[in-house]
């Protein structure tokens, strides 16, 4: 079945750029996902990729995806202590039912 | 604002005692899902409606059932709670089922089983 793995914990100092890496084993994934949950509230859709695009820029956010490694990161430039939150990757894919498949979450902590 | 209501945030229920998760949402959206989150876990999905087609996952225990008596309301049925389902159930929803499928979570009801 489908796996998506990633790192647990990532600690980085304000002004840094974190970046958060996760691999998957699905090839026919279309759409790989990054959902960030803050303390108390629930996931939230933060950026996606399309599965035939090898990078995406969103203000701070850069990801790139390496579709031959299966490899999927998220960079956040000039990290900010409100950045503290866990990051979740994931990935649907086509056909039928597209559900989609997470990844433990990755802690990142932003020290001041 | 429109979002993904989940109650009560926390609940405390006794080994074998039926237990009842409530999740609204004023999105409209035809899918809402259902996911059990233990600690360090990924979110393992449980089962989703869409409009009312309920689909289960095949490895979710028939211990936990679902009703989706409209669109706005779904519920999480857990027949005889056992220690090991002790965890962070997450409701959610979708527009649709597409190839892009985002998702929007409620903040979770953690389960606690004594």
């Known amino acids: 079945g489908e796996d998506v793995e990633q790192s647990l914990f990532l600690s980085v100092r304000e002004g840094d750029s974190s970046v958060i890496n996760c691999t998957y084993t699905?090839?026919?994934?279309?759409?790989l996902y990054w959902y960030k949950q803050e303390p108390g509230a629930g996931l939230q859709l933060l950026t996606y990729?399309?599965?035939?695009?090898d990078m995406k820029q969103d203000q701070r956010l850069t990801v790139l995806l390496n579709k031959k490694d299966k490899h999927l990161s998220l960079r956040i430039a000039d990290t900010q202590t409100g950045d503290s939150a866990i990051y979740f990757c994931?990935?649907?894919?086509?056909?039928?039912?597209?559900?989609?498949?997470f990844g433990i979450g990755t802690k990142l902590q932003v020290i001041p | 604002d429109a979002m993904v209501i989940q109650n009560p945030r926390y609940q405390v229920t006794q080994f074998g005692k039926p237990v009842t998760l409530s999740c609204s949402q004023t999105?409209?959206?035809?899918?809402m899902y259902w996911y059990q989150q233990k600690s360090s876990q990924a979110p393992k999905l449980l089962f989703h409606y869409y409009d009312k087609d309920f689909n289960n996952e095949a490895d979710t225990p028939d211990n936990f059932q679902s009703r989706r008596p409209n669109t706005s309301f779904c519920f999480l049925d857990i027949r005889s709670p056992g220690l090991g389902d002790a965890a962070m159930y997450l409701c959610?929803?979708?527009?649709?089922?597409?190839?892009?499928?985002?998702?929007?979570f409620g903040p979770g009801t953690r389960l606690t089983v004594l």
């Open positions: 999105l409209n959206h035809n899918v």
């Open positions: 994931a990935e649907s894919n086509s056909g039928g039912y597209q559900k989609v498949t």
């Open positions: 699905d090839s026919s994934s279309t759409y």
């Open positions: 959610a929803t979708s527009k649709n089922l597409a190839d892009y499928n985002e998702q929007f």
């Open positions: 990729i399309f599965s035939n695009m």
